[in-house]
């Protein structure tokens, strides 16, 4: 499910529009239909699949007879003993659930984006707790509720992404990890699974904010008895800030292709702003290193001889500048 070549919904100029009205799986797919696949099917893996799980949602749909939230109930939350998940289809909310925010410069917050959740039928519509999460992954692995061909295909370790895990063999613990992450407006998760010492880390937050999958791994380290670097916030003062600000323009191998990113300095913060206007804050850790709260990667500004900035290191990615300005 992470190598369909289906376009991705996600990225289609109105997909903000739909996140404002109730979808069903078939609306969903009704967006996508038609277009051509981005490659054979199977073939390679691109990036996080959406829409190919909105058209799973649908297809359980055609062959249950029962809504994705009706069918996902019975087949799965039900016999699971999942007591406090379910799937949101815009329908009246639990009082208890939580309310999602997101980052508001370098240490604030602000209301999450409002959505509809069954625009994400398939993909991001499940809520759930960590215990909840916890039995699901200790069915999932140790459970007599799947057919071994099924839970064979789902751990399979020969490709590193599978269905609904990325897996592969990890350095930092010694043996095979099976992980997933995720955001949603106002929310991000991470689950981890090590089997060699049957090790299960969830983390649920209701900050739209990648800080869950950093936190995941450390938990488990702690867990593990293995070691773990201390989250220290620097400082930064504001000669470095005026002197940190350009445009930097990066590769085709970057996360957004060949983009063009600015850092600028707003209100004593410093930011990176994408070429869709989206803005990180950055949040100083040493000189020159800091940590873009959105996406919890590291950022290093590397200077030339007279101190000036001359790229930008956005995890394991180069940028060059292309034009410095002032402020």
């Given amino acids: 499910m992470q190598r369909s070549g289906l376009p991705d919904i996600n990225a289609m100029p109105d997909y903000d529009e739909v996140l404002q009205q109730h979808q069903t799986a078939e609306?969903?797919?009704?967006?996508?239909?038609g277009k051509p696949l981005e490659f054979e099917p199977g073939t390679k893996f691109v990036r996080e699949e959406h829409s190919a799980y909105n058209l799973l949602a649908l297809i359980i749909e055609k062959k249950t007879g029962l809504t994705f939230k009706e069918a996902v109930r019975q087949l799965v939350f039900e016999p699971f003993g999942l007591a406090h998940s379910g799937i949101d289809d815009d329908a009246a909310r639990a009082a208890e659930m939580a309310k999602g925010y997101a980052p508001e410069g370098t240490y604030g917050l602000k209301p999450g984006k409002t959505i509809h959740w069954s625009a994400k039928t398939g993909n991001a519509s499940a809520f759930t707790t960590a215990s909840d999460q916890r039995l699901w992954v200790q069915e999932l692995f140790h459970g007599g509720k799947l057919s071994a061909t099924a839970r064979d295909a789902i751990l399979d370790t020969s490709m590193r992404v599978g269905y609904g895990w990325m897996r592969g063999k990890s350095e930092r613990f010694g043996g095979t990890a099976y992980y997933m992450n995720g955001r949603a407006p106002g929310f991000a998760s991470f689950v981890l699974y090590l089997p060699e010492s049957d090790t299960t880390v969830v983390v649920l937050s209701n900050i739209y904010s990648s800080a869950t999958t950093k936190m995941g791994y450390?938990?488990?380290?702690?867990?593990?008895?293995?070691?773990?670097?201390?989250?220290?916030?620097?400082?930064?003062?504001?000669?470095?800030?005026?002197?940190?600000?350009?445009?930097?323009?990066?590769?085709?191998?970057?996360?957004?292709?060949n983009a063009r990113v600015n850092l600028r300095v707003e209100g004593g913060e410093l930011f990176l702003v994408w070429p869709s206007g989206d803005r990180s804050a950055l949040i100083p850790m040493k000189s020159d290193q800091f940590l873009d709260r959105s996406y919890w990667e590291e950022v290093r500004i590397e200077r030339g001889a007279k101190g000036?900035?001359?790229?930008?290191?956005?995890?394991?990615?180069?940028?060059?500048?292309?034009?410095?300005?002032?402020?």
């Fill in 27 to 33: 609306s969903l797919i009704g967006h996508i239909q």
């Fill in 218 to 257: 450390d938990i488990a380290a702690i867990a593990l008895g293995l070691p773990h670097e201390e989250f220290t916030v620097g400082t930064i003062g504001a000669d470095s800030l005026k002197s940190s600000v350009g445009d930097f323009q990066f590769g085709a191998d970057f996360y957004q292709a």
């Fill in 308 to 327: 000036q900035p001359i790229a930008l290191v956005y995890d394991r990615f180069r940028g060059e500048l292309v034009h410095e300005t002032r402020q």
